[in-house]
């Protein structure tokens, strides 16, 4: 017999579907509600990110400038008649005070920039900051660098900060024990990072000796003017195309005297050999020559920007966002390349941020484990074989060294080692922030 639904039956119906529907209403307004506040939040953190970096590369600017200024004075001091040498010596120490302190300066800027945009404070920052103070020793800087040092980072480290310096993340020479990469894949047995980046080390490795020494590698986490000394006289200077000339009728300046003539006249001052503040040739230098791999950008750069140096790569954390942004001072000397002919002249008037891996080789979010590990216990661990508990970079030396992790890794790779696929680099930075392409 045919069955018949009553008006009351159907009204139950419809009340479940009403119910079920408003519940799946709710639950997408949940979602769309969350997705919505994380994008908020990772947009504030980008922005906050990036405004900290440019003022980070202002101060950067500024000290390069101020160290260009004091350069140019012991030009005018020397070019004048008046016995000055002794005097212009003395202006180096200013030089080399005005290149240490400009870091903490900018890192203090960046870490109140961050700070006033809303983002929350980095507490493990303070704690390293100590650590690298206490530890500092310098060579050829003037007499009581390191209790200078000490006492900066002693006091910026009694503030909160907001902002850290980025870690470096990678040895450019290709060192395993400095690549950051290298311990993620051991934890995460990923051994198609292997096949592609080191699976003939994998094949033969024996022991800790087949790493090979440690490399000189400043991981220190902290911006840097990155000058040297360059002792020569203004006489030579001059002679060697170097344009003060130039930066000073930029600056606005009246252009150096002519040497004195006469028999009473001496161009003695000329002629002494002095030290000035000049770029780091390791540090500095064209871009393309800095960065063997290639920059991330396409297009013509313009040779009065064709320069490494002085970056200031900065990162910022809120929750379980990272964001990695790297800013730098640009300008030009007479219309030409601030850096051209070596000595340090000033002329950087603005900052723009620069993609991440157009930055120093490597870099990561500030990560002060990782920093920890390749300062202290990698000295350790490449002369004993020595590792620490606690730390699972040391974790992953270990289980890097057990044969049968290895062995395995091997038998897989053989059989699927084929199937592997390069990680894309579009551009896609994932929660680290910063993307490869990124500003």
Same mark, same amino acid.
């Given at each position: 017999?045919?069955?018949?639904?009553?008006?009351?039956?159907?009204?139950?119906?419809?009340?479940?579907?009403?119910?079920?529907?408003?519940?799946?209403?709710?639950?997408?307004?949940?979602?769309?509600?969350?997705?919505?506040? $994380?994008?908020?939040?990772?947009?504030?953190?980008?922005?906050?990110?990036?405004?900290?970096?440019?003022?980070?590369?202002?101060?950067?600017?500024?000290?390069?400038?101020?160290?260009?200024?004091?350069?140019?004075?012991?030009?005018?001091?020397?070019?004048?008649?008046?016995? +000055?040498?002794?005097?212009? %010596?003395?202006?180096?120490?200013?030089?080399?005070?005005?290149?240490?302190?400009?870091?903490?300066?900018?890192?203090?800027?960046? *870490?109140?920039?961050?700070?006033? +945009?809303?983002?929350?404070?980095?507490?493990?920052?303070?704690?390293?900051?100590?650590?690298?103070?206490?530890?500092?020793?310098?060579?050829?800087?003037?007499?009581?660098?390191?209790?200078?040092?000490?006492?900066?980072? $002693?006091?910026?480290?009694?503030?909160?900060?907001?902002?850290?310096?980025?870690?470096?993340?990678?040895?450019?020479?290709?060192?395993?024990?400095?690549?950051?990469?290298?311990?993620?894949?051991?934890?995460?047995?990923?051994?198609?990072?292997?096949?592609?980046?080191?699976?003939?080390?994998?094949?033969?490795?024996?022991?800790?000796?087949?790493?090979?020494?440690?490399?000189?590698?400043?991981?220190?986490?902290?911006?840097?003017?990155?000058?040297?000394?360059?002792?020569? *006289?203004?006489?030579?200077?001059?002679?060697?195309?170097?344009?003060?000339?130039?930066?000073?009728?930029?600056?606005?300046?009246?252009?150096?005297?002519?040497?004195?003539?006469?028999?009473?006249?001496?161009?003695?001052?000329?002629?002494?050999?002095?030290?000035? *503040?000049?770029?780091?040739?390791?540090?500095?230098?064209?871009?393309?020559?800095?960065?063997?791999?290639?920059?991330?950008?396409? #297009?013509?750069?313009?040779?009065?920007?064709?320069?490494?140096?002085?970056?200031?790569?900065?990162?910022?954390?809120?929750?379980?966002?990272?964001?990695?942004?790297?800013?730098?001072?640009?300008?030009?000397?007479?219309?030409?390349?601030?850096?051209?002919?070596?000595?340090?002249?000033?002329?950087?008037?603005?900052?723009?941020?620069?993609?991440?891996?157009?930055?120093?080789?490597?870099?990561?979010?500030?990560?002060?484990?990782?920093?920890?590990?390749?300062?202290?216990?990698?000295?350790?661990?490449?002369?004993?074989?020595?590792?620490?508990?606690?730390? %699972?970079?040391?974790?992953?030396? %270990?289980?890097?060294?057990?044969?049968?992790?290895?062995?395995?890794?091997?038998?897989?790779?053989?059989?699927?080692?084929?199937?592997?696929?390069?990680? %894309?680099?579009?551009?896609?930075?994932?929660? *680290?922030? #910063?993307?490869?392409?990124?500003?």
């Amino acid at each position: 017999m045919p069955r018949f639904t009553s008006h009351a039956d159907r009204g139950g119906q419809a009340v479940v579907l009403l119910l079920g529907f408003l519940v799946a209403l709710a639950a997408l307004t949940l979602w769309v509600g969350t997705a919505y506040r $994380h994008a908020a939040e990772r947009l504030a953190l980008r922005d906050g990110g990036d405004a900290a970096a440019l003022a980070a590369a202002r101060w950067q600017a500024a000290g390069l400038n101020l160290v260009g200024e004091l350069n140019l004075i012991q030009a005018y001091m020397l070019a004048d008649a008046v016995p +000055n040498a002794h005097a212009a %010596r003395a202006l180096h120490g200013l030089r080399q005070r005005v290149a240490l302190a400009a870091p903490f300066l900018a890192l203090l800027s960046a *870490s109140e920039t961050a700070r006033a +945009n809303g983002l929350p404070e980095i507490p493990e920052c303070a704690g390293l900051l100590r650590e690298i103070g206490d530890e500092a020793a310098f060579n050829g800087l003037f007499p009581g660098a390191e209790e200078a040092f000490r006492d900066m980072a $002693h006091t910026l480290a009694a503030q909160p900060l907001h902002a850290a310096p980025a870690s470096p993340g990678a040895d450019p020479s290709g060192h395993l024990l400095l690549a950051q990469d290298f311990y993620e894949a051991v934890l995460a047995d990923d051994w198609c990072w292997f096949w592609f980046n080191a699976y003939p080390f994998l094949q033969r490795f024996s022991g800790r000796a087949d790493f090979g020494p440690l490399p000189d590698y400043a991981t220190e986490p902290f911006l840097g003017l990155r000058l040297g000394e360059r002792l020569t *006289s203004l006489e030579d200077l001059l002679a060697q195309g170097v344009p003060l000339d130039a930066q000073l009728a930029d600056l606005g300046h009246p252009t150096l005297p002519p040497p004195a003539h006469g028999p009473a006249a001496s161009g003695a001052e000329r002629r002494q050999t002095v030290p000035w *503040s000049a770029y780091d040739a390791g540090a500095w230098g064209p871009w393309r020559a800095m960065r063997p791999g290639g920059l991330p950008i396409t #297009g013509t750069l313009r040779g009065q920007y064709d320069y490494f140096g002085a970056s200031a790569p900065l990162s910022v954390a809120d929750g379980a966002f990272v964001w990695l942004a790297v800013a730098k001072p640009f300008g030009e000397v007479g219309g030409a390349n601030p850096t051209e002919g070596g000595l340090v002249l000033g002329g950087f008037d603005d900052v723009r941020l620069i993609p991440v891996d157009a930055g120093d080789v490597g870099l990561v979010a500030f990560n002060p484990a990782w920093l920890r590990h390749i300062r202290r216990h990698l000295p350790d661990y490449s002369a004993t074989g020595l590792t620490f508990s606690g730390c %699972r970079y040391c974790s992953a030396l %270990r289980t890097f060294a057990n044969p049968a992790w290895r062995a395995r890794g091997l038998a897989w790779l053989a059989r699927f080692g084929h199937t592997c696929r390069r990680p %894309r680099a579009d551009g896609d930075g994932g929660d *680290s922030g #910063g993307a490869h392409y990124g500003h």
